[in-house]
């Protein structure tokens, strides 16, 4: 028997929630008493585990082994590349690089998009190398030029290229689907449908449409001293909310989350932890007006003092959050939020698409991630996407922030009160990735169930580098 059907086999049956949970607070079951319930696909729990082997600290930062994702992993998968909506005129383009790679996103005449290496078949000088609004794809080098459909139009000194005629300098296509608005691409010809790839998360996500309902209102591209994978881990799990991130100790049970793994959707996986009560492990449990009060001051400071910071009759500390969020979005997003459920408008819900790529689907964290390996394996760049929803004519995607290894996410006006947790991690991360290399087993060790997202990907991760 092969390593990956032994590994298959740690798939565990479904089990009590007593043990694959924290034996406190269970998502679905408080779920089940908010006021307005939330959509079906967050009461089902997939109640699988997979497992306690640990995971080879070096994965994180070894050259071999990044060597064997840039050959193996990253010309196989769909990754996301581009927010539709950041390119919505015929001409508008966007790169996206990921290594040494580098592919032209262009909307087309039509409204459809396609995806062209990025490379002038002459000499290979790169096409574009930023965003861009063109009429036509012309080198800037000696003026070969393409249409936006990728044909070519112009040869300089066509009589010094008898090679070169347009049936063989068509620009070499990438493949290209959307999903919600987001645009993925795949240099694998030979790649399974977008669709099938994502799994049961398609059907998961038939409530929330992105791209009828969200605008890309923030978005800052920040380098990190760690691998990919290690920035990728800190957003994949709750577990380290209650020491890293102790400021939101009173309002969340970060160690009761529920965890979603599926044995037939390898690619996708996700994480529900609740909102508006406070963390079991707090030694002294604030009484739930505390906890409003604590939420105001933190996040929504225009509502102290105010009677909305009041419980109301036979509210808990999470029904009166609630309805706090309900009249903050219907006031600053100009949006109906009457059939908002409770776990829509609080909750920390995370999706994962494997290999990078983290949407969020609630109304209180509004995020998108997506981590990319730099040019060594002790880097990477970290997309933060906020999308905030709208109603009537969709706003303007924000310009990207960059940000350098010594700049501080703090600076970031634009990211709110979120600004604070991504800062934190930000801090945690690059000292990962020291501490790993000092490891005396060479072994890091996911919990089994809060931490058991890292482990299922890294289990995927294996499958593509045929280990």
């Not at 044909?151 to 090679?163: A, E, H, R, Y």
């Not at 049970?253 to 963390?279: A, K, M």
């Not at 776990?343 to 990078?356: G, H, K």
Request: contains cysteine; hydrophobic residues 40%; charged residues 25%.
């Amino acid at each position: 028997m092969g390593k990956h059907e032994q590994r298959d086999e740690l798939f565990d049956p479904p089990v009590p929630k007593s043990e694959a949970e924290h034996p406190g607070l269970h998502v679905a079951d408080v779920m089940r008493k908010d006021d307005i319930p939330p959509p079906a696909t967050l009461l089902d729990n997939s109640g699988l585990t997979i497992g306690t082997e640990p995971i080879p600290a070096s994965r994180y930062f070894s050259q071999e082994f990044a060597d064997l994702e840039r050959d193996k992993l990253w010309p196989k998968v769909w990754q996301f590349a581009c927010w539709g909506y950041d390119i919505p005129n015929p001409g508008d383009i966007h790169v996206y690089r990921i290594l040494d790679r580098s592919v032209l996103l262009v909307r087309q005449r039509d409204g459809s998009v396609k995806a062209f290496i990025n490379a002038c078949l002459h000499r290979g000088r790169e096409l574009c190398e930023a965003d861009d609004h063109q009429g036509e794809l012309k080198c800037p080098y000696h003026f070969f030029t393409w249409g936006l459909e990728g044909g070519l139009k112009f040869v300089p000194s066509q009589w010094d290229f008898p090679q070169v005629d347009a049936k063989n300098f068509q620009l070499p296509e990438v493949r290209i689907e959307e999903w919600n608005g987001f645009l993925f691409i795949n240099f694998d010809k030979d790649a399974m449908p977008l669709k099938h790839y994502m799994g049961r998360m398609v059907e998961q996500w038939k409530d929330w449409d992105f791209s009828a309902t969200r605008f890309k209102a923030v978005h800052v591209e920040k380098q990190l001293s760690c691998n990919w994978k290690t920035g990728q881990d800190a957003f994949i799990e709750g577990f380290h909310a209650f020491a890293s991130h102790s400021q939101g100790a009173a309002l969340s049970p970060s160690e009761c989350p529920q965890v979603d793994v599926y044995e037939d959707s390898p690619h996708t996986n996700r994480f529900h932890i609740l909102i508006g009560y406070p963390s079991t492990s707090m030694p002294v449990q604030p009484d739930p007006q505390t906890i409003v009060e604590i939420m105001c001051a933190n996040l929504l400071p225009e509502a102290m003092g105010t009677d909305e910071a009041r419980l109301q009759p036979g509210e808990d500390s999470r029904a009166a959050i609630a309805r706090i969020y309900r009249k903050f979005y219907s006031k600053n997003y100009g949006v109906d939020t009457s059939n908002l459920s409770t776990a829509e408008a609080l909750d920390a819900l995370s999706y994962f698409v494997f290999p990078n790529f983290m949407p969020w689907p609630s109304w209180s964290f509004p995020l998108i991630y997506r981590f990319r390996p730099g040019a060594t394996p002790d880097t990477c760049i970290w997309d933060i996407m906020l999308f905030l929803p709208f109603e009537g004519e969709r706003p303007p995607s924000a310009e990207v922030i960059r940000l350098g290894l010594d700049d501080s996410l703090l600076d970031v006006a634009a990211l709110g009160p979120v600004a604070m947790i991504l800062h934190q991690d930000a801090v945690q991360v690059p000292a990962v990735q020291r501490g790993m290399k000092n490891l005396v087993s060479g072994l890091v060790n996911p919990s089994r169930y809060q931490e058991m997202r890292i482990r299922h990907y890294h289990q995927t991760l294996e499958k593509y580098l045929g280990l």
